[in-house]
């Protein structure tokens, strides 16, 4: 006699479903590719302390009698202001895991120094001539393409700074030279200032 079936009512678990498992997988590479592919060495604190140094410059920059040694005073601040950003720069790299020697990190410098090089050149230029009206102008242009193509590779906040810095470079050329420290104490210290703080708070300091 055969055996009654089973009157067992029991379903097995549902499965997982593949749409909910493809959603995390893809979720997850995309977040892994972006993460990759930003240099996010870039430093906020140091950034920050940039800022302190170029206000702290443009005062000391209006009190000069001359105005060659108001460039020296100004590239005395740029020295210290490229120290400061290496040297933050490479202690972030430590903290995030990335180094500057990365394909991003090589990609933010090949991107960086061009424009940067063209405003030294440009600088070396107006000191020959005696256009001194015109620096300002031009190393806020030439500061501002560097971030913006430096920070193509990075996080979205550097080229938004760099391109405030373009702004306010074409605005510098419709206002007279004497607003040229309060020009500087605007990009280079507030504009760092305000930036490395967004920097330092979303992208671990």
């Known amino acids: 006699m055969a055996k009654p079936h089973s009157l067992d009512t029991k379903e ?10 493809a959603i995390d997988n893809l979720r997850y590479i995309r977040e892994t590719m972006e993460r990759s592919s930003s240099f996010t060495a870039v430093p906020g604190y140091g950034g920050m302390l940039m800022g302190v140094t170029a206000i702290a410059a443009a005062y000391v920059a ?26 933050a720069m490479w202690q972030k790299s430590r903290i995030v895991g990335q180094s500057l020697f990365s394909a991003q990190g090589r990609k933010f410098a090949f991107g960086f120094a061009p424009p940067l090089m063209a405003g030294v050149a440009i600088t070396l ?15 806020m242009l030439c500061y501002g393409a560097a971030v913006v193509t430096g920070g193509a590779v990075s996080v979205k906040a550097v080229p938004i700074m760099g391109w405030l810095f373009i702004t306010a470079g074409i605005a510098a050329f419709t206002m007279p030279s004497a607003f040229g420290n309060y020009f500087m104490a605007a990009t280079f210290g507030l504009l760092h200032v305000i930036f490395g703080a967004i920097i330092a708070r979303r992208y671990g300091g």
């Open 62 to 87: 209006s009190l000069q009698p001359t105005k060659e040694a108001w460039l020296i005073a100004w590239l005395a601040e740029a020295t210290l202001a490229a120290a400061i950003g290496l040297l």
């Open 12 to 21: 097995p678990s549902e499965p997982e479903r593949l749409s909910d498992r």
């Open 125 to 139: 230029g107006l000191f020959r001539y005696l256009q001194y009206e015109v620096m300002v102008p031009v190393w």
